[in-house]
């Protein structure tokens, strides 16, 4: 039986583990953006509220999946079996974060143009 240098052997228990780290990653929930057309500058101003909230708890999230990325990047480097399976599942939810940010960030902004175009003065 081959043994495993301490190293790999570390990395291999840290993408064991992973999997129920990454379930201490939650993601947070997108925020409703209110309508420009029909809302109320109160209301638009909720939505700015709800947005920047969110946008902390992402990066919180993405700053959780940070360290599990990495150690599934040093495992894919060391050859661990099963890491680049485990890295590209990690990457893939990082970069849904990083899109689902940019979604919300960008509806928030037509709104915003929305309530402009709606309420000029």
């Known amino acids: 039986m ?3 240098p301490f190293t790999a052997l570390g990395l291999a228990l840290a993408l ?3 999997v129920s780290i990454a379930a201490d990653c939650t993601a947070p929930t997108a925020p409703q ?3 420009g057309k029909s809302s109320s500058l109160e209301q638009m101003l909720a939505s700015q509220k709800a947005v920047k909230e969110f946008q902390a ?3 919180a999230y993405m700053g959780c999946l940070e360290p599990l990325l990495t150690a599934a990047e040093e495992a894919v480097t060391a050859g661990t079996e099963g890491a680049a399976e485990t890295y590209q599942k990690i990457q893939e939810t990082y970069n849904a974060a990083v899109s689902k940010e940019e979604e919300v960030a960008g509806s928030f902004n037509t709104e915003i143009r ?5 309420n000029p003065n």
Do not use: D, M
């Not at 929305?114 to 709606?118: P, V």
């Open 57 to 59: 708890a992402n990066l």
């Open 114 to 118: 929305n309530y402009k175009a709606a």
């Open 2 to 4: 081959k043994k495993l």
């Open 16 to 18: 064991g583990s992973t």
């Open 33 to 35: 953006v209110a309508e």
